[in-house]
Nanobody, 135 residues
Framework: QVQLVESGGGSVQAGGSLRLSCAAP????????MGWFRQIPGKEREGVAA????????YYSDSVKGRFTVSQDNAEATVYLQMNSLKPDDTAMYYC????????????????????????????WGQGTQVTVSS
């Protein structure tokens, strides 16, 4: 497990925007798959976006495609999740993740996996940040 530091999140009205950040150690960030999951109480954690930092290839769930954008900053070893046109259904705890055991394809694939579909122990997680969208 490595430390991923998340920031951002908060409360916004429907149609608004938020940006999440996730800083990783350089050895974790480089040429690796990092992504974002979200979870609401009683449901499993689902992947919403991912990026392979080696070439910038991005992956999105159908529920956020066209509204969310995942990006990277190599100098800061940080990935971002820009969330636009937010909907109440986007309300959840959002978690940053990085592959730290196994291959980048564990996370960077279509469709994006749920946490349960990934080999246990393959990901390191951020602390989570709440996103609340009101109607």
């Amino acid at each position: 497990q490595v430390q991923l530091v998340e920031s951002g999140g908060g409360s916004v009205q429907a149609g608004g925007s938020l940006r999440l950040s996730c800083a990783a150690p350089k050895f974790t960030y480089s040429n690796n798959c990092m992504g974002w999951f979200r979870q609401i109480p009683g449901k499993e954690r689902e992947g919403v976006a991912a990026i392979y930092t080696g070439n910038g290839l991005t992956y999105y769930s159908d529920s956020v495609k066209g509204r969310f954008t995942v990006s990277q900053d190599n100098a800061e070893a940080t990935v971002y999740l820009q969330m636009n046109s937010l909907k109440p259904d986007d309300t959840a705890m959002y978690y940053c993740a990085a592959v730290t055991a196994g291959g980048s394809w564990y996370l960077c694939r279509n469709p994006l996996p749920t946490e349960a579909a990934i080999s246990p122990g393959s990901l390191s997680w951020g602390q989570g940040t709440q996103v609340t969208v009101s109607s």
